[in-house]
């Protein structure tokens, strides 16, 4: 038994490690990016759909341009929608952002279905899909000066959170989804955060945020995906952007954070699931679809209490076989 469960465990780490290479392996660089932003732009001009484009806000210390990309319905004028801007990869070292952005662009630009040019006729999507390129290419958090972007945004002293602020007052966008990584070694469970009514935000954008942190959450459920709710209650300088902008700049802020430690490590699909699902909550949600999107959470979580009632009373029942 004992050789068994060593040959178990032997061949599962085996596995695990086969599929955290294949992961990097399928990892974009920032030329890879640019490379696949550039196609897409051009066959989606070419085929006549014409919802992509994509600017160059800034450059990095480096030099490396820092694109944005803006998908949209083109027989409808932008400032007709509302606007979702996503930052993606402020930290060098967190990978799911870039590949989840990268994913749902593509799936968005090319979808033919009803739902999609409905939602873009009423939804505007603003994504910097990674805002510190020097950082990605060596696999760090910091960006080439040292410094971490998302604690600058107060004081702006890097060329990647200045250029992306401007793009952000340019927009004026309803709301801004953060979404990051935890670091390597830290083995939290994937969180939604948001601002709180002691941070100092608006009551109005508290508002706001507290039904799209509970809306993101319960949707993932629907995918069986499992995020903790944080709500930041205090009043420490914004210099996070999710506490930055709803308290400066007047705007609903949410943070997607995913654990890629222990396990996840080698689940780059699930944590792509995870910001994918909570960037197009966000967009349903802007474009009015808040009641049937608690509906489907209302009619999940109902239809699994049934299963686990019935699961608890067949374990009490016992079988006739059994009955003295």
């Not at 606007?83 to 990978?95: A, K, M, N, S």
């Not at 952005?101 to 040019?117: C, N, V, W, Y």
Request: proline share 4%; charged share 25%.
């Amino acid at each position: 038994m004992k050789y068994h469960r060593t040959i178990f465990v032997v061949v599962a780490w085996f596995l695990a490690i086969s599929a955290a290479t294949a992961d990097k392996a399928k990892l974009v660089s920032y030329n890879d990016m640019m490379s696949k932003l550039a196609t897409l732009a051009t066959v989606d001009d070419l085929t006549g759909r014409g919802r992509v484009s994509v600017a160059c806000v800034g450059k990095s210390v480096r030099g490396r341009e820092i694109p944005l990309v803006v998908l949209s319905e083109p027989n409808v004028p932008i400032d007709s929608t509302k606007r979702l801007f996503v930052i993606c990869r402020q930290h060098g070292d967190e990978p799911a952002p870039t590949e989840a952005m990268l994913k749902l662009i593509q799936d968005l630009a090319f979808s033919s279905s009803d739902e999609t040019a409905d939602l873009l006729s009423k939804v505007s999507f603003f994504i910097v899909p990674m805002m510190n390129p020097d950082g990605a290419e060596r696999n760090s958090r910091r960006n080439s000066n040292g410094v971490d972007l998302n604690r600058d945004w107060l004081d702006l002293r890097q060329p990647e959170t200045r250029c992306v602020r401007r793009a952000i007052d340019a927009v004026e966008p309803d709301i801004i989804v953060d979404a990051h990584e935890l670091s390597p070694g830290n083995n939290r469970s994937d969180f939604v955060e948001t601002v709180g009514a002691a941070s100092g935000a608006g009551d109005e954008v508290v508002s706001a945020c507290f039904r799209l942190q509970e809306l993101i959450v319960g949707i993932l459920r629907t995918h069986d995906i499992y995020a903790m709710s944080y709500r930041i209650e205090d009043r420490n300088p914004a210099r996070l952007a999710h506490r930055y902008f709803p308290i400066h700049g007047n705007t609903a802020s949410i943070l997607l954070e995913t654990r890629q430690s222990g396990i996840r490590q080698y689940q780059l699909e699930y944590r792509k699931s995870l910001h994918i699902t909570g960037v197009m909550t966000v967009a349903k949600f802007l474009a009015g679809q808040e009641d049937r999107l608690r509906e489907r959470i209302a009619q999940h979580d109902s239809n699994r209490r049934l299963v686990q009632l019935a699961s608890r009373k067949s374990k009490r029942t016992p079988s006739k076989n059994n009955r003295k």
